[in-house]
Nanobody, 123 residues
Framework: VQLVESGGGLVQPGGSLRLSCAAS????????MSWYRQAPGKERELVAT????????NYADSVKGRFTISRDNAKNTVHLQMNSLKPEDTAVYYC?????????????????WGQGTQVTVSS
């Protein structure tokens, strides 16, 4: 199983970045996909989640209206479009895949993480 993030970098406040996560080694279309982030000295927090078919999406209040999560089940990829970036968005962003059936998730059946990609928002 592999989750490989890309697209991080240094951007000025107000700028945009698009993160991508390429998945392999599991049945991507049956997993909920999420983006988490962890800033220095802080706990990892959930940023956004998209269900297996993309029918439901949830965002952290701190990113609503600025970030957009999407997935392409044909290409086994999930993206996070980040607009109007703020310095407080600076963190390592992680891709997560979790096995879910219907509205119930079963981490013991599948819970995978990428290595993370650094996003730094600074002038």
């Amino acid at each position: 199983v592999q989750l490989v993030e890309s697209g991080g970098g240094l951007v000025q406040p107000g700028g945009s970045l698009r993160l991508s996560c390429a998945a392999s080694g599991f049945t991507f279309s049956t997993y909920y996909m999420s983006w988490y982030r962890q800033a220095p000295g802080k706990e990892r927090e959930l940023v956004a989640t998209i269900t297996s078919a993309g029918g439901r999406i949830n965002y952290a209040d701190s990113v609503k209206g600025r970030f957009t999560i999407s997935r392409d089940n044909a290409k086994n990829t999930v993206h996070l479009q980040m607009n109007s970036l703020k310095p407080e968005d600076t963190a390592v962003y992680y891709c997560n895949a979790r096995y879910c059936s219907g509205t119930l998730c079963y981490p013991t059946l599948g819970d995978y993480w990428g290595q993370g990609t650094q996003v730094t928002v600074s002038s």
